[in-house]
């Protein structure tokens, strides 16, 4: 069983360019999350999709956004950086039913530092 | 709404030893499900224990139990035989809905 990866590993922007974070969910999970978390703070959820449609949404503005594919990956786009978008990112897959629905397993994380 | 409280930023423990991480939470949602997560240096987000809201028995694994209290909104996690390995945040979190929301962490430091 394959388990949650995600891409790259690390990652160096400048304020105001996009950027793009990949994530493949383990095998047979049909939901992923993706989460920020601050140094010395807890993660904080960003949005969550579910057959290709966002399935809620975290306090995050706009310029957030994502995508799911019929195989379930996933992607997050940030678009305008900002300082304060310096973080660990991470995505998190799950199923939406069963005997442990919800239940969400985390990948490595990127990091993202944006100066 | 949903808030998760973290009360102790650190604690140590001796190796061999049980310690005991509390939590203590808030929501809105009638089903519910508690997670303890643990993060170690590496900042890979680990799966420890989870429990449903509606199942009166606590979940333990392995090493790992926790002790939850419904009516008090009382999550905690005990581990013991303290293992050098256990170093590391620990990230209580509660799922209402389809987000996870964390506590701020504990830090666990392990004495040899």
């Known amino acids: 069983e394959t388990g949650v990866t995600q891409?790259?590993?690390?990652?160096?922007?400048?304020?105001?360019?996009?950027?793009?974070?990949?994530?493949?969910?383990?095998?047979?999970?049909n939901?992923?999350?993706?989460y920020q978390q601050a140094l010395g703070q807890g993660p904080q959820f960003i949005f969550q999709y579910?057959?290709?449609?966002?399935?809620?949404?975290?306090?995050?503005p706009p310029r957030f956004s994502g995508l799911q594919f019929?195989?379930?990956s996933s992607e997050l786009n940030v678009n305008a950086l900002e300082l304060d978008d310096s973080?660990?990112?991470l995505c998190a897959s799950s199923l939406a039913g069963g005997q442990f629905k919800g239940t969400q397993y985390f990948g490595p994380g990127t990091r993202l530092t944006v100066l | 709404a949903q808030t998760v409280t973290q009360s102790q930023p650190e604690m140590s423990v001796q190796e061999a030893e049980t310690v005991t991480l509390s939590c203590t939470y808030d929501t809105s949602e009638s089903d519910y499900y508690l997670f303890w997560y643990k993060q170690p240096p590496s900042r890979q987000m680990i799966l420890v224990i989870r429990q449903e809201a509606y199942k009166q028995q606590n979940a333990t694994e392995n090493r790992f139990s926790v002790n939850f209290q419904k009516a008090a909104k009382s999550f905690s996690l005990k581990i013991s035989d303290s293992?050098?390995?256990?170093?590391?945040?620990?990230?209580c979190a509660t799922l209402?809905?389809?987000k996870l929301v964390f506590?701020?962490?504990?830090?666990l430091r392990v004495k040899s």
């Open chain 1, 87 to 89: 973080a660990l990112y």
């Open chain 1, 7 to 29: 891409s790259p590993t690390h990652l160096i922007k400048t304020r105001g360019q996009q950027v793009t974070l990949r994530c493949s969910s383990q095998s047979g999970h």
């Open chain 1, 50 to 60: 579910y057959r290709e449609e966002e399935n809620g949404r975290g306090n995050f």
């Open chain 1, 70 to 72: 019929p195989n379930y």
């Open chain 1, 31 to 34: 939901t992923v999350s993706w």
């Open chain 2, 83 to 91: 293992q050098l390995g256990d170093a590391a945040m620990y990230f």
């Open chain 2, 103 to 107: 506590g701020a962490g504990t830090i």
């Open chain 2, 96 to 98: 209402g809905g389809n």
